[in-house]
């Protein structure tokens, strides 16, 4: 792949997601990304930053995919259905962030991050990138299995920019009306988010945690099987926080391990997870890896701990549609950009 120039579209790309993921392309060291913005019309003809360089975001057509090689769908879920198979029949391959595709045939979800799950094969026609929070879980879960991990039990704490740019800016206005003693704003989470930690947002929330609870564990039993998929127990709450994943694990062995030996088993990898002293929300912005601390739980004596686990939710999922991304340009003939 070293030297290879890839022509990518990126369609969703004034969102969150979508400004990451150019950013995360544009600065690719072992790939040269030749890349295309795309979005809805109200988002057209706007100048957005890629890492060092300034791209114009175009409105999103049937005609966007002549000559593309990937095509990164992170805007809106109905964008994803409305233009995939398009994108698919011009001769890209598909990489969706959305999870729209999720369940159909000979789509896969995917994480090369962790060992184990379906790979990208002739057949495939698209992939989904895995959910940050399962990545996180199934990674943790598979390094500890070797050490006789029999339960992990996971409180996760999602952040606003989970639910993209609508999602943060509903928790800032609900911060600002809470302060100045105005009627809340409730179009995305149906609830008060802003200093307020719940496990259910209301009825007509945009995306309810239990949905999103559910993506989860389907996308931990993919990738990390059936074995690694029965240890974990879930419980995801919304939690006043703008931005990165924290979460809090119980983990229980079959035997006595010391911290040291699951500091150990949990460091480096493909994916890196790095121990740190206190990792947050706050010290993670900005990176890829996943960070913990490990401290014993002083509970059936040397046989359980906590596990604390901090990480860029966007940049971990992108971090991941990328390396899916070049999964599919591998099974591609390779050709040159003129």
């Known amino acids: 792949m070293a030297g290879r120039k890839v022509r990518a579209a990126v ?19 072992t790939v040269t990304w030749d890349l295309t913005l795309f979005d809805s019309t109200e988002a057209g003809g706007q100048i957005t930053a890629a890492g060092d360089e300034a791209l114009v975001i175009q409105q999103v057509s049937a005609e ?8 990164f769908f992170a805007g809106e879920p109905a964008t994803t259905l409305e233009f995939w198979q398009i994108a698919q029949t011009a001769g890209a391959s598909i990489v969706d962030l959305t999870g729209a ?11 090369p991050f962790v060992a184990g799950g379906p790979a990208p094969d002739l057949s495939t026609v698209a992939v989904v990138s895995a ?12 390094r500890l299995l070797s050490l006789g991990l029999s339960r992990m039990a996971a409180t996760v704490l999602q952040p606003a ?68 998929f029965e240890t974990i127990a879930l419980q995801l709450l ?16 079959e035997t006595s391990v010391t911290a040291e030996a699951v500091s ?5 990898g493909v994916l890196p997870l790095v121990e740190e002293r206190v990792p947050s929300n706050e010290t993670v912005a900005g990176r890829g890896e996943i960070f913990f601390r490990v401290t014993a739980a002083n509970f059936r004596g040397g046989s ?11 940049r971990l999922a992108v971090g991941n549609a990328v390396a899916c991304a070049i999964e599919l340009v591998e099974l591609r003939p390779t050709k040159s950009v003129n």
């Open 11 to 29: 369609i969703g790309a004034s969102t969150l997601l979508g400004k990451e993921l150019a950013d995360e392309l544009n600065q690719a060291k």
């Open 101 to 111: 595709l999720e369940g159909k045939p000979h789509v896969i979800v995917r994480t």
């Open 238 to 253: 919304q939690v006043p926080v703008f931005h990165g994943y924290t979460a809090s694990l119980f983990l229980e062995f």
């Open 161 to 228: 920019s989970e639910l993209g740019s609508a999602g943060v800016e509903e928790m800032h206005q609900q911060t600002v009306g809470l302060l100045s003693f105005k009627p809340l704003t409730k179009d995305v989470y149906d609830a008060q988010v802003a200093f307020n930690v719940v496990a259910a947002v209301g009825d007509t929330a945009k995306v309810g945690l239990e949905t999103v609870r559910q993506k989860i564990v389907g996308d931990i039993k993919v990738i990390a099987g059936d074995v690694g």
């Open 131 to 142: 959910h940050a929070a399962a990545i996180i879980l199934a990674a943790v879960n598979t």
């Open 264 to 268: 150990a088993s949990l460091r480096g």
């Open 64 to 71: 966007a995919f002549a000559n593309i090689d990937v095509a």
């Open 304 to 314: 359980a701990f906590w596990l604390w686990i901090a990480a860029d939710n966007l």
